[in-house]
């Protein structure tokens, strides 16, 4: 049986607005990949006292390892393999790319700036730590990566080591920069997951995140996969902008991005103080 919420994950506040009703909560492939069934309604909740946006059902731990353990990625390969995924993924026109677009964007944060490492942590195949290197030849990529056929391909297709591991709170003082691609949505408390990065990354190391956007609700209709079940959290620049005010990060950059799909990311940019 999932986890049902109405106090708040982050404050524990009973008090919230319902802004989405997820429709067709039955068909939500992911759930159905490990046989879960999410009865209605299924919404997002908006706490009225931290802003925190969250689902009302999400996984139980055991639940979302079943599902992270392969199925998840499994999906997303639509009958690829993940060596064939990594072709598809970087062969799309630049124009069209919404890794490309990515790339871009951080390259332009980075510049002029002191990067010679950087670690992608939930990497996939790798493509965004090709990408990366492929703009700019004089940073050395390593990801950290659960899935062991994507980490393999990972590791090949960028010729550097790919931990096989979830990220639970190793050092990265390595690092010159920490990426986190649409990770945080999937973690049970991703401020805690921020915290970890802050007490291992080291000082004057850069921080950058991609994630959903509390935006999505007015962007994308209520049926669409980015309110289904691996996603427990949409979030807000004014939400994320308190919790790394918390920490020793300073934000350099924030804001909402569009994709060529229709959806908003959240991009965070910050440097550990």
């Known amino acids: 049986m999932p986890s049902k919420f109405d ?5 524990n506040s009973l008090q919230y607005e319902v802004v989405l009703e997820v429709l067709n909560p039955e068909l939500d492939t992911y759930s159905t990949l490990i046989g879960v069934t999410f009865p209605p309604p299924v919404c997002y909740y908006e706490c009225s006292s931290c802003g925190l946006t969250y689902r009302n059902q999400t996984f139980t731990a055991v639940e979302a390892s079943a599902l992270y353990q392969s199925a998840y990625r499994n999906h997303i390969l639509k009958k690829n393999t993940a060596d064939e995924y990594f072709n598809k993924v970087i062969g799309i026109p630049a124009a069209e790319s919404e890794l490309d677009a990515k790339i871009s964007h951080l ?12 670690v992608d942590i939930g990497c996939g195949v ?3 730590m090709y990408k990366l290197h492929a703009s700019n030849p004089g940073i050395s990529v390593f990801g950290i990566e659960p899935t062991t056929d994507f980490a393999i391909v990972a590791s090949s297709r960028n010729d550097t080591e790919v931990l096989n591991k979830p990220y639970d709170g190793f050092d990265l003082s390595g690092y010159d ?7 945080l949505e999937h973690t049970e ?21 991609e994630t959903p956007s509390t935006e999505d609700i007015v962007a994308l209709p209520a049926d669409h996969d980015r309110f ?5 959290y949409l979030f807000s620049k004014k939400f994320m902008q308190a919790r790394f005010a918390e920490t020793d990060f300073a934000i350099l950059d924030i804001g909402y ?4 799909r229709g959806k908003v990311d959240l991009r965070i940019f910050a440097v550990r103080k």
């Open 107 to 118: 390259n332009s944060l980075i510049r002029g700036k002191s990067v010679r490492t950087a």
């Open 126 to 128: 790798g493509a965004f």
């Open 7 to 11: 106090a708040c994950p982050y404050c």
């Open 257 to 260: 991005a569009g994709t060529h």
């Open 228 to 232: 289904m079940s691996p996603h427990n």
């Open 189 to 209: 408390q991703p401020w805690t997951f921020i915290s970890a990065l802050n007490r291992n990354m080291r000082p004057n190391a850069y921080l950058y995140i």
């Open 177 to 183: 920069l920490v990426s986190c691609i649409h990770v």
